[in-house]
């Protein structure tokens, strides 16, 4: 049972000091299923790999049952997939051996620890009943590259068909600790067992290391019973639990949340000068089919459609009462049948690769990218420039430097309760540089609004260009 994960940030190394585990020596510890081994195949300037081999001992694993079964038990106990298909016993070994680095503490590269980097992990082997799409739909979402590689049941017999075993190889610029609690949930569920007992503690478990993504998770219904090993009344407690965590009314939040954004921005008149800024680059891009993702309640919309240049707007949002509110906006049940056919709503996540998004000449996405945490940020940035690549990119974001010129908005608060950040301008450059090398657009920066001499312009904005 292999887990392999290499990081592409130089110097590459510094993984050791992620993972607390030096790349110049073997490490082996003591399991209760068998032995884990820490070792480096690769470590180098550019690439560093870091290596976790399971040892498991099947027929020990029997004889140290109590009952009936631990007596001899029938023949699948003592010959299984165990050995060499990652499981539960996987996600063990990582909470022990890698536990500090997936509590994302790094004794001498604490920054690095909370900072996202180029990280590539590779499963040998996992099993997967549910087959590859199912892969992709729980890794997808947060924000992984995935790649598959199916296996045969037997190479002298290739008529027996594939097997349900594949090697399974993520990409991402995320958090090691991130990515460590990923594996550590989400390997259980692909193998749908569980080697140990499933009580109440394992909600605990679940809810603890799915805080920051679970419950915004397009599978977490799926995720929550197969980690649960389908036990209902933990199931239903767990996903009780999770919608607890989510305001009463989250359409209404939103509403709210943007009115009081507006009001802070209302002496600038921000909102307009912003839409004057995005219509403009697409004008000047030529650009006649054009998505808005995050649409919210229309205002871009509305823009658009008032010039007929634009021939296709497609307005996307995850908030169905956003949607109300636009389709409300633009009097869409009573616009004329050749207007009405050059708009439309859908709904939809930015978290998830979606058919409906490819092929448009442009995409704008205003004030939308700071209401992501990192984990959903880095699904967006592989849904968008991944799988949808529009030729352009219009990105809007607040610049955190102007907020002190805000004399309503207190020091060291955002502009919004949603935001998960916000960002400095460097912050913003060094952001939209590392996307344009990873998905080979080009990147320009302009300002939005009054441009003030210390700070900067209130909203930064951002133009990719295939």
Same mark, same amino acid.
């Given at each position: 049972?292999?887990?392999?994960?290499?990081?592409?940030?130089?110097?590459? #190394?510094?993984?050791?000091?992620?993972?607390?585990?030096?790349?110049?020596?073997v490490?082996?510890?003591?399991?209760?299923?068998?032995?884990?081994?820490?070792?480096?195949?690769?470590?180098?300037?550019?690439?560093?790999?870091?290596?976790?081999?399971?040892?498991?001992?099947?027929?020990?694993?029997?004889?140290?049952?109590?009952?009936?079964?631990?007596?001899?038990?029938?023949?699948?106990?003592?010959?299984?997939?165990?050995?060499?298909?990652?499981?539960?016993?996987?996600?063990?070994?990582?909470?022990?051996?890698?536990g500090?680095?997936?509590g994302?503490k790094?004794?001498?590269?604490?920054?690095?620890?909370? #900072?996202?980097?180029?990280?590539?992990?590779?499963?040998a082997?996992?099993?997967?009943?549910?087959?590859?799409?199912f892969?992709?739909?729980?890794?997808?979402?947060?924000?992984?590259?995935?790649?598959?590689?199916g296996?045969?049941?037997?190479?002298?017999?290739?008529?027996?068909?594939?097997?349900?075993?594949?090697?399974?190889?993520?990409?991402?610029?995320?958090?090691?600790?991130?990515?460590?609690?990923?594996?550590?949930?989400?390997?259980?569920?692909?193998?749908?067992?569980k080697?140990?007992?499933?009580?109440?503690?394992?909600v605990?478990?679940?809810?603890?290391?799915?805080?920051?993504?679970?419950?915004?998770?397009?599978?977490?219904?799926?995720?929550?019973?197969?980690?649960?090993?389908h036990?209902?009344?933990?199931?239903?407690?767990?996903?009780?639990?999770l919608?607890?965590?989510?305001?009463?009314?989250?359409?209404?939040?939103?509403?709210?949340?943007?009115?009081?954004?507006?009001?802070?921005?209302?002496?600038?008149?921000?909102?307009?000068?912003?839409?004057?800024?995005?219509?403009s680059?697409?004008?000047?891009?030529?650009?006649?089919?054009i998505?808005?993702?995050?649409?919210?309640?229309?205002?871009?919309?509305?823009?658009?459609?008032?010039?007929?240049?634009?021939?296709?707007?497609?307005?996307?949002?995850?908030?169905?009462?956003?949607?109300?509110?636009?389709?409300d906006?633009?009097?869409?049940?009573r616009?004329?049948?050749?207007?009405q056919?050059?708009?439309?709503?859908?709904?939809?996540?930015?978290?998830?690769?979606?058919?409906?998004?490819?092929?448009?000449?442009?995409?704008?996405?205003?004030?939308?990218?700071?209401?992501?945490?990192?984990p959903?940020?880095?699904?967006?940035?592989?849904?968008?420039?991944?799988?949808?690549?529009?030729?352009?990119?219009?990105?809007?974001?607040?610049?955190?430097?102007?907020n002190?010129?805000?004399?309503?908005?207190?020091?060291?608060?955002?502009?919004?309760?949603?935001?998960?950040?916000?960002?400095?301008?460097?912050?913003?450059?060094?952001?939209?540089?590392?996307?344009?090398?990873?998905?080979?657009?080009?990147?320009?920066?302009?300002?939005?609004?009054?441009?003030?001499?210390?700070?900067?312009?209130?909203?930064?904005?951002?133009?990719?260009?295939?």
């Open positions: 049972m292999l887990l392999t994960i290499t990081s592409h940030q130089t110097p590459a #190394t510094d993984l050791g000091y992620l993972l607390h585990k030096n790349p110049a020596h490490q082996s510890f003591d399991l209760s299923f068998g032995k884990a081994y820490v070792f480096y195949p690769e470590a180098s300037e550019e690439n560093c790999t870091a290596a976790l081999l399971l040892d498991i001992d099947p027929v020990g694993l029997v004889r140290r049952r109590r009952g009936p079964s631990g007596e001899g038990g029938t023949l699948d106990q003592y010959v299984n997939d165990r050995p060499y298909a990652a499981s539960s016993f996987m996600s063990v070994a990582i909470a022990q051996v890698f500090t680095a997936m994302g790094s004794r001498d590269r604490q920054q690095l620890a909370e #900072t996202p980097i180029p990280l590539t992990a590779k499963i082997v996992l099993p997967c009943k549910a087959g590859v799409e892969i992709s739909k729980l890794f997808e979402p947060l924000g992984y590259e995935v790649q598959t590689q296996h045969i049941l037997d190479g002298h017999f290739p008529e027996w068909g594939e097997s349900r075993y594949y090697t399974v190889k993520l990409k991402a610029r995320v958090r090691l600790q991130d990515l460590l609690t990923h594996l550590y949930v989400l390997i259980p569920v692909l193998d749908a067992d080697h140990y007992w499933i009580g109440d503690d394992e605990e478990k679940l809810l603890r290391h799915g805080e920051d993504w679970l419950a915004t998770h397009p599978e977490k219904e799926v995720i929550v019973r197969r980690y649960l090993k036990r209902h009344h933990l199931a239903r407690e767990a996903l009780n639990r919608a607890d965590e989510d305001e009463s009314d989250p359409d209404r939040a939103v509403v709210t949340h943007a009115q009081e954004e507006l009001a802070i921005e209302k002496p600038l008149k921000l909102w307009e000068q912003r839409l004057g800024a995005v219509v680059v697409l004008k000047a891009s030529e650009a006649r089919r998505l808005d993702l995050g649409c919210g309640e229309g205002r871009l919309l509305a823009a658009l459609l008032e010039d007929r240049h634009f021939s296709e707007i497609v307005g996307m949002d995850v908030s169905f009462r956003s949607l109300e509110i636009a389709s906006r633009l009097h869409l049940d616009l004329p049948p050749a207007q056919q050059r708009i439309r709503l859908i709904h939809g996540s930015l978290m998830y690769k979606d058919k409906r998004l490819s092929g448009f000449d442009a995409a704008c996405v205003v004030e939308v990218i700071e209401h992501l945490d990192p959903r940020l880095a699904a967006f940035e592989l849904v968008l420039f991944g799988h949808a690549r529009p030729k352009q990119v219009v990105i809007t974001t607040p610049n955190a430097e102007y002190v010129r805000f004399e309503t908005l207190p020091a060291g608060q955002f502009r919004h309760k949603d935001h998960r950040f916000e960002w400095t301008r460097q912050q913003f450059q060094n952001w939209a540089e590392g996307i344009a090398a990873r998905f080979g657009y080009t990147a320009r920066f302009l300002p939005v609004g009054p441009e003030d001499a210390e700070v900067g312009p209130p909203t930064q904005m951002g133009v990719f260009t295939l």
